[in-house]
């Protein structure tokens, strides 16, 4: 039963973190007094390869702190 937990956890890990970025973003455009352009779907399809990249370099930032 161990194993089925660490196989779901992984992608609830990097929908978080991709919620997160689109959070990030859409914040910035707030914080210029602009609108979002985007849904979430379209900013997780348009922006996929570079979440992924990001997503690696924060796994292994997370793991250097441990």
């Known amino acids: 039963m161990e194993h089925q937990r660490v196989f779901k956890r992984k992608p609830q890990l990097f929908r978080v973190f991709v919620t ?4 990030t973003n859409k914040d910035e455009y707030d914080g210029v007094g602009q609108q979002q352009p985007y ?14 990249r990001d997503f ?11």
């Open 56 to 66: 690696k370099l924060h796994k292994q930032k997370m793991l250097a702190r441990s």
């Open 20 to 23: 997160s970025q689109y959070w």
């Open 39 to 52: 849904t979430f779907e379209q900013y997780a399809s348009n922006n996929m390869q570079q979440l992924r």
